[in-house]
């Protein structure tokens, strides 16, 4: 079992930045598949940036190439997700999400991903 708790969600000015945390509790948290999701209201939860193991590639959807990071620590149990040159469109709340033997083509679904966080709410807005 493992819980996931995010934070770092704000208010921010377009054009400003954010970094949000998620924390892993539970054990062999090097082995699993992490993401981040985020789903705006009346939308559908959409995948914004995972990465299967430490070492392997971090994929991103399009809309954040070059303005998202997402980083892994395993020591720390913690993924990050550092956002820059925000737009109102990037809000939404962003969930952590974690599973285990993920392949590729599955990486973007929701579907395949076993346990989530909460959510953090961030919001871009002048």
């Known amino acids: 079992q493992v819980q996931l708790v995010e934070s770092g969600g704000n208010l921010v000015q377009p054009g400003g930045s954010l970094r949000l945390s998620c924390k892993a509790s539970g054990p062999a948290f090097n082995t699993y598949t992490m993401s981040w999701f985020r789903q705006a209201p009346g939308k559908e939860r959409e995948f914004v940036a995972g990465?299967?193991?430490?070492?392997?590639?971090?994929y991103y959807r399009d809309s954040v190439k070059g303005r998202f990071t997402m980083s892994r620590d395993n020591s720390e149990n913690a993924v990050y997700l550092q956002m820059n040159s925000l737009k109102p469109e990037d809000t939404a709340t962003y969930y952590c999400?974690?599973?285990?033997?993920?392949?590729?083509?599955?990486?973007?679904?929701?579907?395949?991903?076993?346990?989530w966080g909460r959510g953090t709410q961030v919001t871009v807005s002048s």
């Open positions: 990465n299967r193991r430490t070492g392997d590639n971090t």
């Open positions: 999400a974690a599973g285990r033997r993920i392949i590729l083509s599955s990486l973007r679904s929701s579907s395949a991903y076993d346990y």
